[in-house]
């Protein structure tokens, strides 16, 4: 299983734009790239899924560099609301592999 | 709401006794996975379904642990005579199972059983 690096920490001000990188340097050539998003005592939540280039959403971006070996989230404009842990994951996604959590990205936004 | 629910919510049992969680999946997803979460560390994978066959099992799942999902719907974790190092939150999520690698095959959690074991 590809293992994925990401800062611990990172703190932001509101209506700021927030990139958490994270590095998986072995990322197999089947695996895609998912974010999730988790608050206190909630389950993650499903925030943006890429293979290649950059995909976006409503929520946020996802760059993905030609050679895959990282990632970047962007969230634009963030809220306190955004305050979560973030993980980034990687994976085949047939699902025979189930996914495999770090300890994520603890974002506090500040007012 | 059609996405993952599980139930209970909060359990709060003592050491010894036996629960049960349940977790009923979105519609027609035919992957289901147990995870388990302590605080300030990431979900850790325990088990997951494919329709009602369990085709895999984590080291962490010790022998006081059983899931079953015996229709290929909802799922089952039981835990028998609990520790209170079983305390956690309990995650059930859902996928649609095996398709085109350009779909991707998201996985959706539900909100979690919280479990305390006093």
């Known amino acids: 299983l590809a293992k994925t690096t990401q800062p611990i920490s990172m703190d932001s001000y509101e209506g700021q734009e927030v990139n958490i990188t994270c590095s998986h340097n072995?990322?197999?050539?089947?695996?895609?790239i998912t974010w999730y998003q988790q608050f206190p005592s909630q389950g993650p939540r499903f925030i943006i899924q890429?293979?290649?280039t950059k995909v976006t959403n409503e929520v946020a971006s996802l760059f993905i560099p030609a050679d895959r070996k990282s990632s970047t989230l962007s969230l634009p404009r963030v809220s306190l609301s955004d305050t979560a842990v973030y993980y980034c994951?990687?994976?085949?996604?047939?699902?025979?592999?189930?996914?495999?959590f770090g300890k994520g990205t603890r974002l506090s936004v500040i007012a | 709401d059609t996405g993952v629910s599980q139930d209970p919510r909060h359990k709060i049992t003592k050491r010894g006794q036996n629960v049960t969680f349940r977790c009923d999946p979105i519609s027609e997803h035919n992957r289901l996975y147990w995870y388990r979460q302590t605080l300030g560390q990431g979900p850790e994978f325990l088990t997951y379904?494919?329709?009602?066959?369990?085709?895999?099992k984590s080291r962490l799942l010790s022998d006081r642990f059983s899931a079953e999902r015996p229709k290929g719907s909802f799922s089952t974790l039981e835990i028998q005579r609990t520790e209170q190092g079983d305390s956690a939150m309990y995650l059930c999520?859902?996928?649609?199972?095996?398709?085109?690698?350009?779909?991707?095959?998201?996985?959706?959690f539900g909100e979690g059983s919280w479990l305390t074991v006093v």
């Open positions: 999520a859902s996928s649609l199972g095996q398709g085109p690698p350009q779909r991707g095959n998201t996985i959706y």
């Open positions: 890429g293979y290649k």
């Open positions: 994951l990687v994976g085949d996604n047939s699902g025979n592999t189930p996914l495999v």
């Open positions: 379904f494919q329709n009602e066959a369990q085709l895999e």
């Open positions: 072995n990322i197999a050539t089947n695996d895609y």
